[in-house]
């Protein structure tokens, strides 16, 4: 009987980490991100901006030019970013990123009160 515990244990430990979102049915070398499939027909920033120092990222994704909506498309542009970058940022980068989106998050307040006044 013990055994048979221990082999039901066996099959339901761990049944959500080997369900589908957790190895999937992916080809070995392809990514299970769900990040990875986004394909947009949206404006993107320029080359290399996610490697510049946080007020000319802030700067540069609150500009017309990147964001012809408006700040609030830079913010969701540098989250995005910085979510599928994942892991692979460094410390010291991932800091500079946050105090981008603090000095973007001022930029869409004041978009909204603008709009609002």
């Known amino acids: ?3 048979t515990k ?3 244990k066996k099959s339901t430990h761990g049944s959500h980490a080997t ?7 992916h080809a070995k070398g392809t990514s299970r991100r ?3 499939k986004v394909n947009t027909e949206s404006t993107y920033p320029e080359e290399g901006l996610f490697k510049q ?5 802030a700067r540069r994704l ?4 990147v964001s ?8 969701r542009m540098l989250v995005f970013f910085e979510n599928r970058a994942g892991n692979s940022l460094s410390t010291a980068r991932r800091k500079v990123l946050e ?6 998050h001022e930029k869409v307040v004041a978009a909204r009160k603008k709009r609002a006044a």
């Open 68 to 75: 012809p909506k408006g700040p609030a498309s830079g913010m």
């Open 34 to 36: 769900w990040s990875a």
């Open 19 to 25: 369900g589908s979102h957790a190895t999937g049915s």
């Open 62 to 65: 609150a500009s017309k030019k």
């Open 99 to 104: 105090h981008a989106k603090e000095l973007l």
């Open 6 to 8: 221990k082999q039901a």
């Open 53 to 57: 120092d946080a007020e000319t990222i």
């Open 1 to 3: 009987m013990a055994a």
